[in-house]
C-alpha cells in the first residue's frame, strides 16, 4: 500500500493517485478512476471495453434500417396503385363532363 502512496495521477501529475486500474496498470485520482461491473477501472479502458458491444448492434440496424426502406418503398407504391386503379374505376362519360354536367346544370 506503500506503493500506491507515493503514485500520481497520470492525466493529473499534482494529484494522488487513489486507484490502479486493472486493465492499463496505471494510477488515476479519484476524478479520472470509476467503477464498473463491480471494479475500479480508468475511462480509457472502460470506452475500449464497450466498443465491441456497440460495434455489433451497428450491424443489425444497418439491416432494420434496409428494411425500413424497403417497407416504406412498398407502402408508398401500394398507395398510388390503389389510387390509379379507383380512378380507372370512374367510368368514360364523366371524364367527357357529360355526367355531371347533366345531373348539376339541368336542375333549376
Known sequence: MSALSHQR???HEFR???ARCPE??????????TEHDDRVICAACL?????PTARHRWHWTGVWIIGECLAGVLTVWLFFYMAGRSLLSIPDSFHEGTVWKS???DEP
Do not use: D, G, T, W
Open 9 to 11: 495521477c497520470l492525466n
Open 16 to 18: 494522488e493517485a487513489v
Open 24 to 33: 492499463c496498470r496505471q494510477y488515476f485520482c479519484r476524478e479520472c478512476i
Open 47 to 51: 470506452k475500449r471495453l464497450a466498443r
Open 103 to 105: 345531373k348539376f346544370l
